[in-house]
């Protein structure tokens, strides 16, 4: 009991939030109106079966003009059912898709906001593909929430109106017990309430293992999916490494999981099929077996036994919803499990980088940027970069050097405000704008004219893109402007890395920040492309790469060397250029 009120606690705290909101009114309006239509198919429900006495009396005493005046009676109570049940369907999808597109938004700041989605990658290894959780986990809960929930109520409502019909159609019942009788009123209430009872306890046991196989089956999915994903993207280093075979194995492996999770599931599904599909069976039959000594012993006619029979049907279909729904439930539990797993690492994500924010950014009124007493970890808590005391002026142009691995890229994770391991401050100028270009840049879906204007909210016009274009050797895709595809996989290292100097030329930034993003570019290539940047007017270029050329473009060189005890550290006293 204790564990299923905790779990209703943290459901309410997953669906809270929307009927509370700014959307309150009408989310609550349209399930109102849903909930009235559920409860006018109940109303006619209840209609029909009174209507059932009536029109079986009529056969068995061959009344015709009551049969066919009963006939237009079903006709209307029929019609008014359509229209009920079909917009009672279209305000259900309505009311799912607008709860699930507030919380998709709600979900995506939460896990955009103050970059959690960087941080939950490096520290929470255990909350697995948050993208399954936001695009798949969040519309099963909505569409999963609103069908149980309706579908419980519609059991309640059914059960309270035709235990009041059938405890009046049930007599009474004398059981002889010690050489007595005791009277029992309404016994066929009594007959479906133990036989539901019973169902559903034997449904609860074999079917609980479900939730768990569920919850493993999603994971096993999401991963299965991803690596699809990441191979698709990587296709050309797969195929000049030739590892089809060895990605192959890895698809397999994770495969197996998928289909090792779904044998269990299915052996456990088998159980609860069988026990389902025999009390479904005995279902049909049952009420009237219940009923039939009334009938045969004159109490009452034909009409009165089909009326119920059909009464005692619905009690006890209300009262086995818990079993008709019980695979659904599994499934919907793995999900609200994902969701307050997810939900509860980025809460806790967030609460950590208010607790321990790293390295601070400071915009105060100066020209330069500075750092003060900054010290990177890694994740581990590892020392990568001690003593990091830099001061980078503007309109003097730096190159920062070292060996792979000694820390040059976390540094200008940290100047970025990303990195979240470590100390110290990053001090720059009031309102200035940065820009980082990254050795593989990023290229969003979409258009080529939304890919080269990434990251600003509206594109810069055709006739500059143009000019940009050819600046940077882009000319050959002018035309394909608003092609839309995935351009990672449609443009070679080198094309993309002509995008990230065009996106350069088109922001012109205050501070532009190079991790080795000439690299897949020839010599001569650079050059002219750093030779581009040179000429943005006010704009500060900090590189950092390994190439002799790029010294040309640079006053001033700081170089990473490691101390006596092995700690990398950034030599902040300017350099000449070899």
């Known amino acids: 009991?204790?564990?299923?009120?905790?779990?209703?606690?943290?459901?309410?705290?997953?669906?809270?939030?929307?009927?509370?909101?700014?959307?309150?009114?009408?989310?609550?309006?349209?399930?109102?109106?849903?909930?009235?239509?559920?409860?006018?198919?109940?109303?006619?429900?209840?209609?029909?079966?009174?209507?059932?006495?009536?029109?079986?009396?009529?056969?068995?005493?061959?009344?015709?003009?009551?049969?066919?005046?009963?006939?237009?009676?079903?006709?209307?109570?029929?019609?008014?059912?359509?229209?009920?049940?079909?917009?009672?369907?279209?305000?259900?999808?309505?009311?799912?898709?607008?709860?699930?597109?507030?919380?998709?938004?709600?979900?995506?700041?939460?896990?955009?906001?103050?970059?959690?989605?960087?941080?939950?990658?490096?520290?929470?290894?255990?909350?697995?593909?948050?993208?399954?959780?936001?695009?798949?986990?969040?519309?099963?809960?909505?569409?999963?929430t609103l069908t149980l929930s309706l579908g419980l109520l519609n059991a309640l409502v059914t059960l309270g109106s035709f235990l009041v019909i059938l405890w009046g159609l049930s007599g009474e019942m004398a059981l002889a017990l010690g050489g007595s009788q005791i009277i029992v009123p309404g016994y066929l209430v009594w007959v479906a309430l133990i036989y539901a009872t019973a169902g559903t306890w034997l449904a609860h046991v074999i079917g609980r293992p479900l939730v768990g196989l569920n919850f493993q089956r999603q994971r096993f999915e999401a991963d299965f999916r991803f690596s699809l994903v990441r191979f698709r993207e990587n296709a050309e280093a797969v195929a000049l490494y030739a590892g089809e075979n060895d990605e192959k194995r890895g698809f397999m492996q994770r495969f197996q999981a998928v289909a090792g999770n779904w044998w269990e599931i299915m052996r456990r599904q088998k159980k609860l099929t069988w026990f389902q599909s025999f009390y479904g069976q005995l279902a049909i039959i049952f009420p009237y077996v219940v009923v039939a000594p009334r009938y045969f012993s004159g109490a009452i006619q034909l009409g009165?036994?089909?009326?119920?029979?059909?009464?005692?049907?619905?009690?006890?279909?209300?009262?086995?919803?818990?079993?008709?729904?019980?695979?659904?439930?599994?499934?919907?539990?793995?999900?609200?499990?994902?969701?307050?797993?997810?939900?509860m690492a980025v809460d806790a994500t967030a609460r950590d980088a208010l607790r321990s924010p790293g390295v601070l950014r400071v915009q105060e009124p100066r020209p330069d940027i500075e750092t003060q007493d900054v010290q990177l970890r890694l994740p581990d808590a590892r020392v990568l970069l001690d003593d990091v005391d830099l001061r980078l002026a503007p309109g003097e142009p730096t190159l920062i050097t070292g060996p792979s691995g000694s820390g040059k890229s976390t540094l200008f994770r940290a100047l970025a405000g990303i990195w979240p391991f470590g100390q110290g401050e990053v001090r720059l100028p009031e309102a200035v704008r940065l820009l980082f270009l990254p050795q593989r840049p990023y290229l969003p879906l979409g258009s080529l004219r939304a890919v080269l204007s990434y990251p600003a909210a509206e594109h810069f016009d055709q006739a500059r893109l143009h000019e940009v274009m050819r600046a940077c050797g882009l000319e050959h895709l002018q035309q394909r402007l608003d092609d839309v595809q995935n351009w990672a996989q449609a443009l070679s290292g080198g094309e993309q890395q002509r995008v990230a100097f065009a996106r350069a030329l088109l922001h012109r930034p205050d501070w532009l920040f190079l991790d080795e993003a000439s690299s897949a570019l020839d010599e001569a290539a650079e050059r002219a492309l750093y030779g581009l940047l040179k000429e943005l007017p006010g704009t500060t270029l900090v590189s950092i790469g390994h190439r002799p050329g790029l010294r040309a473009f640079h006053a001033r060189r700081l170089a990473i060397t490691r101390d006596a005890g092995g700690v990398p550290r950034l030599v902040a006293v300017a350099m000449p250029i070899e």
């Open 304 to 343: 009165g036994l089909m009326q119920t029979a059909s009464a005692f049907g619905q009690v006890q279909t209300s009262l086995s919803w818990f079993i008709d729904a019980y695979a659904r439930l599994a499934d919907w539990k793995a999900t609200v499990d994902r969701l307050l797993g997810f939900r």
């Open 1 to 144: 009991m204790r564990k299923l009120l905790s779990f209703l606690h943290d459901l309410w705290q997953l669906a809270k939030p929307y009927w509370s909101s700014g959307e309150k009114w009408v989310a609550r309006s349209l399930l109102v109106t849903v909930i009235a239509l559920d409860l006018g198919t109940v109303a006619v429900t209840v209609q029909i079966n009174q209507w059932q006495a009536s029109f079986f009396n009529a056969l068995e005493n061959k009344n015709q003009a009551e049969f066919m005046r009963l006939l237009a009676v079903f006709g209307a109570l029929a019609f008014g059912y359509i229209v009920m049940a079909v917009y009672q369907l279209y305000l259900t999808q309505m009311l799912q898709i607008k709860w699930r597109r507030w919380l998709t938004e709600r979900y995506l700041d939460d896990w955009l906001q103050e970059r959690i989605y960087y941080r939950m990658q490096l520290t929470d290894r255990a909350t697995d593909n948050p993208d399954q959780r936001i695009a798949e986990d969040l519309n099963l809960f909505v569409a999963t």
